[in-house]
Structures are given as structure tokens and as C-alpha cells.
């Protein structure tokens, strides 16, 4: 059973970095057809991809996003995580990471969710 768990500071300021973790058990971040995802949802809002990770190494990013994403891993801790510069307000979301299949692209394992808000 792959369980993923995020992590990190649950209040961020604004124009600062948002950084989060996600650790991964049952399963490495580098077996094959697999890609790693962090997905958000706003208050009231309906879920926005925001990037991510593959099997691999190779980073995807939502086009409203690219600027200011960056996704990482840790392949040694089977961790993998997500900075988001220049936050604002409108960056308050309960973040979550995802592992998705291909093809299909079925986010079929997610983590419980941390909720980070951007406040001064």
C-alpha cells in the first residue's frame, strides 16, 4: 500500500517561498510509470494541478504556475517536494501530493492534505 505524507510550515508570508515535503512509503519515486504530483485546492474552489515529478526526474509545471514552481526529489529519503515563490493570499490552498498513473494519468494514491495560508 503506497502512503504519501506532506509536510511543512502551515503559515508562509506573503512574497516569501512556500516549501513542502511529501514522503513517500511503499513504494520508490523511481519505479517506472510513475509521476509524482502536487495539486491544491483554494478555499471554495475546485482542485488545480499545479506540477510534477517523474519516475525519472523530468519536472512539469500548470503553464499558470511555471514561474514560480519548482519541484525536487530527494531520491535517497524517497521524498519529493514543491517550492512556490512569491506567495500570496490568493496561495492559501490545503496542498496536496498525488502519485499519478501513466497512461491515463489517474492520480490513484494521495496524501491527507496540509493546509498552508499566506498571511502577514
Known amino acids: 500500500q503506497v502512503q504519501l505524507q506532506e509536510s511543512g510550515p502551515g503559515l508562509v508570508k506573503p512574497s516569501q517561498t512556500l516549501s513542502l515535503t511529501c514522503t513517500v512509503s511503499?513504494?520508490?519515486?523511481?519505479?517506472?510509470?510513475?509521476?509524482w504530483s502536487w495539486i491544491r485546492q483554494p478555499p471554495g474552489k475546485g482542485l488545480e494541478w499545479m506540477g510534477a515529478?517523474?519516475?525519472?526526474?523530468?519536472?512539469y509545471y500548470s503553464p499558470s504556475l511555471k514561474s514560480r514552481a519548482s519541484i525536487s526529489r530527494d531520491t535517497s529519503k524517497n521524498q519529493f517536494a514543491l517550492q512556490l515563490s512569491v506567495v500570496t493570499p490568493e496561495d492559501t490552498a490545503v496542498y496536496y501530493c498525488?502519485?499519478?498513473?501513466?497512461?491515463?494519468?489517474?492520480?490513484?494514491?494521495w496524501g491527507q492534505g496540509t493546509q498552508v495560508t499566506v498571511s502577514s
Open positions: 511503499g513504494g520508490s519515486i523511481t519505479t517506472n510509470s510513475y509521476y
Open positions: 515529478i517523474s519516475y525519472s526526474g523530468s519536472t
Open positions: 498525488a502519485r499519478n498513473t501513466v497512461p491515463g494519468w489517474i492520480q490513484d494514491y
